[in-house]
């Protein structure tokens, strides 16, 4: 006889409400000579440690950096303590807001994935602030108030390899933090202090094709035979000059429209198109006779100067783009540039937005003006051609000098 017929209440079974604050489980990563290999809560032995914890259906990941269990258990401590202050919202000294790193991270590649930037910069954003949450996380910091500028500078001393590439790891980390500081997250960015900034290597300023060097380069293209067809060597002069002129990226380049050429009413053509990399927009202005140069070497017809059809996927459009790199490179070899000192000169497609940048700032346009001619921002514009804004000063000091007599 069942419960009902008898007359006695059903028995109702309570479902265990999800927690609001993770719990975090230290476990060890047993050695294969272990001899507690295969239970993974012992944690007395002098293998390495990892935390664990679910959130949103998630199991989330991370090594504590150490082989000393109660170490592990303390940083699995400040961890929850960090999640309950920030499910209770709390405000101390060291908790500015609620607001967890993990979900700033997840709020801020969204906005970016829906800004009209790539779905590889995106991946690229993605990976470096995951490098930094699990930095932040092996010591304790999960609530975004909690990081101090001390924190973004232990993690700058922690960064490998070249210079430049850790300068640009912390200048997209400074931009995520700028976006925090806009929702109201936090209300200084920790990031944006001279202290954590690194300067970009002189060893690797970019060097600027000057003219005779880059006719050098037009003369080389018919130079090719043996290595590339008619309608390439066409091409590559083509872009040669578009690339010069406009300071375009080689994607930007190579993948462009000839609708996005429009003779204006004094005779100049305006070009203007959103940059591939970033999103930013891109204006220019070109001269009819450069114009007529490159629709001459381009397809004759169709909507791309350069390539019959644009590949959909990040793979095929980055191999397009990569076999025209080969080709510079080839024209480079053919060329054997040499500088005003008669050393040899490694000329890349990159080469000839750094000429048009020179050209730009020492005809005296402000460098707001130059960052928006790119596509880039100022900050950008500064730290890459910083020596040439400099000299291109003393310059107009010079001159200002003179005038005054």
Partial sequence: ????????????????????????????????????????????????????????????????????????????????????????????????????????????????????????HVAKLKSELEQFS?????????????????????????????????????????????????????????????????????????????????????????KMNGRTTDSQRRKLKALLLLMRWTGLAIRDAVTIERTRFELNGSGFYKLFLRRAKTGHPVYCTLKTGVVKQIFSGANPDGRWLFVDSVPGGEKELDALVQSWGVLFRKLGEVAALTDADGAPYRFTSHSLRHSFVLWALNAGMPTEDVAALLGDSVEIVAAHYSEWITGRQERLNERMMAALG
Wanted: charged share 30%; proline share 3%; with cysteine.
């Fill in 1 to 120: 006889m069942d419960a009902a017929a008898a007359g006695l209440a059903p028995v109702i079974k309570r479902q265990r409400a999800a927690r609001s604050v993770p719990k975090v489980r230290v476990y060890s990563r047993h050695r294969n000579d272990c001899k507690w290999r295969g239970d993974d809560a012992r944690l007395g032995c002098d293998c390495p440690k990892q935390l664990s914890w679910f959130r949103d259906g998630k199991l989330h990941r991370l090594a504590a950096d150490t082989c000393d269990g109660e170490v592990a258990e303390n940083k699995a401590r400040e961890m929850m303590n960090g999640f309950e202050a920030a499910a209770k919202g709390e405000r101390t000294p060291l908790k500015e807001t609620g607001t967890l790193l993990e979900d700033a991270v997840k709020t801020f590649l969204e906005t970016k994935a829906t800004s009209g930037i790539t779905r590889k």
């Fill in 134 to 222: 699990k930095f932040a996380f092996a010591r304790g910091l999960v609530n975004l108030g909690d990081i101090r500028t001390e924190h973004v500078l232990a993690y700058r001393n922690s960064l490998v390899g070249a210079q430049n590439t850790r300068a640009k790891k912390i200048f997209r980390l400074i931009g995520f933090f700028r976006f925090c500081v806009e929702m109201a997250w936090v209300s200084r960015n920790p990031a944006q202090v001279q202290s954590v900034k690194l300067k970009y290597s002189q060893q690797q300023t970019p060097k600027a094709l000057d003219d005779r060097q880059f006719e050098t380069l037009l003369r080389a293209v018919g």
